[in-house]
Structure formats: C-alpha cells, structure tokens
C-alpha cells in the first residue's frame, strides 16, 4: 500500500508543480485506486489531485455522479485524468468552492463554463473530454493543483472567504 | 491549553481594537474566535482568547481594569471550557425574515426556534428607519422534519406581516 499524507493549507508542497506522468506502469496505476478511493471515503469529495497527497504528479480523479450542486449540467462518472491538458474553453461561471486541502473554508471563483480537455487515461491512451457546469468547474480546480494553485488564489473577491457556520 | 471569553464595549472611537488587543498581545494570548462590530455608536468585542502558556490570569485582569477606566470601557474576562461543536454534520438553514418594524420580531421566531429544540448559530438583524430585517443560521437535528416549522413559520408570517424564507445551506463539496 502507498503511503500518503493529505496536505492542507498552508503547507507550502500544495504549490509545488507537478511533473508530468510519463510511464503507466503498476505504481502509477496504484496511485490512482488511491486517489479514487480517497475520493470516494471522503463525504462529499468530487475531485482530487495527486498532490494533495502529496505526489507530485499530474493525474487527476473526477466524479460528480452524487454531487448535490446545482451547477451540474454533465455528469460523466468517474474520470481519470494524466497530463490534462485544457484545448478550448468558453463562457464563465462562478460557483463557491471548498477543497478538502483547504478544510471548512469557501470562496466564489470565476471559472470556465465549458471546456474540451484533452488527456491520457488509466492505461496512458490519448482521449479528450467535452464537458461544461460543475464537472468543467471541479476539472479546473484539480488542474490548479497540479499547477501549485489553490483556490484561495483566485477568489473573485479577497473578502469571500469564511466558514460554512458563519455569515458573510 | 485555558480559554478565555472576553467581551469589551464602549463608545465607539479609533483604538479600542488597538488597545485590547494589545494587553492580549503583551501577555501571549491567542485570539481563538472573534465577534466585532458597531452597534449604533457603541463598539463591541467578543472574543475566545486561547491560553498555553499558563499565565497568571489575575495580572490579565489588572490590565484590563487599567484600561477600563482610563479608556471608558466595560470589559469582562471569564474562563470557559473549549468544546468541539457536536453534530457538525447537522442541516444548516438560514431564516431571513424582513417587514415593518415592530416589537417582539426576534421574540416569537426565537419562541418557535426553542420550542422546537433548535439551536442558533447566529443571528444579524438590520433596521433602516421602519424596515426590519433579521437574518438567522439555525442548525437542526438530522431527523428534524422541517416542513413542521416551514407551517409554523407561516403561521407566523400572518401574525407578524412578515416575509419569512427558509433556505437550507448546502454544505460545499471538496475537491
């Protein structure tokens, strides 16, 4: 079994970049059943990205199939993603985030409405994905991570951040 | 590791944030939790100060009684026992109820809140000459059904003239 460790603000490895996945071998594979079953074991967790455990590598898991959010306008399962890589992107959408590197705090961030993403799967083949609302939202958050960015940069208002029992 | 509830008020005026806190500061103490705002033109604090260095509490207070009357405030320090909030996981709702001013808005929502068992989280309330608006987070029990209290509420809303909404706060997802 990997080891790992949840990495939460401010520990400075979540704004580390990741590097590229470049063999799909059994420790890869491993990697992500342990990012998925993390997603999965975690309540309300729609996404997460191997650094949060802090493995800096670009593979990210998506799924949104029992989210609540009412931004969702596609749902495409469990999504397994390496080297992602967005290639069109279009309108804007502004939706309040939470990340579980990030705990009980919120924000409203501006992110794409639609994007096409282009990305290698599970065994390293090549495929892109058309998705738009929550999904495309949740698909940006996790390429931020790989990137070393966190919500909290990009907060469409610096004074938006507080905890779910407090009012604004 | 001592927690301690502080609560100062005074007119209000630049410096009293300043001044508080500065005692704090002076003996290590940690602000843990924190309320401050103007009502009218009175300044108030209320704060959970986080202790762990065992300090001598009765030099703190000596302080604050210097302060008290060289600065015109009403200050007061009590040690409170540090809980984790039970049932994080409970519903969340918010209650925003807004009309004519009047006497007794607070009480009878708050009335049918503890008749139910409900708890306060917070609670805002704004006025602007007659329009009165009170915005309160309640947290319920899992099992509670709230369409009891959404017919409660409405009962309410004919008595009072007032428009009250119920909304529950969906806890964000983490990704």
């Known amino acids: 079994m990997l080891q790992y460790e949840i990495l939460k603000f401010p520990d400075k490895r979540l704004n580390l970049v990741s590097k590229e996945v470049l063999t799909f071998d059994d420790k890869q594979k491993e990697l992500t059943e342990l990012l998925i079953s993390i997603m999965k074991e975690s309540k309300g967790c729609v996404g997460l990205a191997a650094p949060q455990i802090n493995y800096q590598v670009r593979t990210i898991v998506v799924n949104v199939s029992f989210s609540k959010n009412k931004t969702i306008i596609k749902n495409s399962g469990l999504i397994v993603m390496n080297n992602p890589v967005i290639i069109k992107k279009e309108g804007i959408i502004v939706t309040r985030e939470g990340c579980l590197s990030v705990p009980e705090f919120t924000g409203n961030v501006r992110r794409y409405e639609r994007i096409t993403v282009s990305a290698l799967d599970i065994s390293g083949k090549e495929f892109t994905l058309e998705t738009e609302g929550f999904e495309a939202v949740v698909i940006q958050h996790e390429i931020d991570h790989l990137d070393g960015i966190l919500f909290l940069d990009r907060l469409v208002s610096p004074n938006d951040i507080f905890k779910r029992k407090v009012l604004p | ?175």
């Open chain 2, 1 to 175: 590791m001592r927690y301690y509830l502080l609560t100062a008020f005074g007119k209000d005026r630049p410096g009293i944030v300043k001044e508080v806190s500065e005692i704090l500061y002076n003996f290590n103490l940690n602000i843990d939790d924190s309320s401050m705002i103007r009502l009218n033109n009175e300044f108030t604090m209320m704060l959970i100060v986080e202790d762990s260095k065992n300090i001598d509490i009765e030099k703190v207070k000596k302080e604050f009684n210097i302060l008290e009357k060289k600065s015109n405030l009403n200050i007061a320090l009590k040690e409170v026992e540090k809980e984790d909030i039970p049932n994080e996981d409970n519903p969340i709702y918010d209650i925003v109820a807004y009309g004519k001013d009047k006497v007794g808005i607070i009480y009878n929502i708050s009335k049918l809140l503890a008749k139910n068992n409900i708890n306060i989280i917070n609670l805002f309330t704004n006025k602007e000459k007659d329009f009165y608006s009170v915005l309160i987070r309640i947290e319920v029990d899992k099992n509670f059904k709230i369409q009891s209290l959404n017919k409660e509420l409405e009962r309410l809303r004919n008595d009072l003239d007032l428009k009250i909404l119920i909304s529950e706060v969906i806890k964000e997802e983490e990704m």
